[in-house]
T-cell receptor, first 112, second 116 residues
Framework: DADVTQTPRNRITKTGKRIMLECSQTKGHDRMYWYRQDPGLGLRLIYYSFDVKDINKGEISDGYSVSRQAQAKFSLSLESAIPNQTALYFC???????????FGSGTRLTVV | AQKVTQAQTEISVVEKEDVTLDCVYETRDTTYYLFWYKQPPSGELVFLIRRNSFDEQNEISGRYSWNFQKSTSSFNFTITASQVVDSAVYFCALSEVYNYGQNFVFGPGTRLSVLP
């Protein structure tokens, strides 16, 4: 099993719909992150969490919300999806050792 | 504010050529980490290397080598004798450490195409 699992892998949804992307990890890491990737822009941070009771906005949090249900689970919600939220979304985890992130395989979201 | 620049948007080389991917970063911190990640066509992100700001020694791992120069704020990545399987998007990233936290900033990526 993967260390960081994202579901779904691909999703097409309609404008205005609510959608949740889920992430679970078996690394035992405290820290979890959600990024979105757009061509030519690299990865941009949406939200991050350093533990279950800690949630922080990233660079581009507008239009998104998150929930840290447990140390191992961190979900990203789009309350009312819009077409410019079409992107590749990555969940990542990190320990306090600064050895870098472990990324999930990504969720390709298309909003039509 | 921290920033990572990868000026090369796309590079194409012929197999067996050497290629260098450039990365320039900005930070006001004295303690930071630099990373390279590879994203093959399948889409996942693969960790390649981490370097901390106090270690300027160059590193070699097989056909991969990294040149870290604090004087020019650069952390360049060279692939020697490139292969088709090296075709991917490569991201350079910077992590500043404050309190006990850690936040990454990624460059826009360089798409490398290695032609047979």
């Amino acid at each position: 099993d993967a260390d960081v699992t994202q579901t779904p892998r691909n999703r097409i949804t309609k404008t205005g719909k609510r959608i949740m992307l889920e992430c679970s990890q078996t690394k035992g890491h405290d820290r979890m992150y959600w990024y979105r990737q757009d061509p030519g822009l690299g990865l941009r941070l949406i939200y991050y969490s350093f533990d279950v009771k800690d949630i922080n906005k990233g660079e581009i949090s507008d239009g998104y919300s998150v929930s840290r249900q447990a140390q191992a689970k961190f979900s990203l919600s789009l309350e009312s999806a819009i077409p410019n939220q079409t992107a590749l979304y990555f969940c990542a985890t990190g320990g306090r050792d600064n050895y870098g992130y472990t990324f999930g395989s990504g969720t390709r979201l298309t909003v039509v | 504010a921290q920033k990572v620049t990868q000026a090369q948007t796309e590079i194409s080389v012929v197999e067996k050529e050497d290629v260098t991917l450039d990365c320039v970063y900005e930070t006001r911190d004295t303690t930071y980490y630099l990373f390279w990640y590879k994203q093959p066509p399948s889409g996942e992100l693969v960790f390649l290397i981490r370097r901390n700001s106090f270690d300027e020694q160059n590193e070699i791992s097989g056909r991969y080598s990294w040149n870290f120069q604090k004087s020019t704020s650069s952390f360049n990545f060279t692939i020697t004798a490139s292969q088709v399987v090296d075709s991917a998007v490569y991201f350079c990233a910077l992590s500043e450490v404050y309190n006990y936290g850690q936040n990454f900033v990624f460059g826009p990526g360089t798409r490398l195409s290695v032609l047979p």
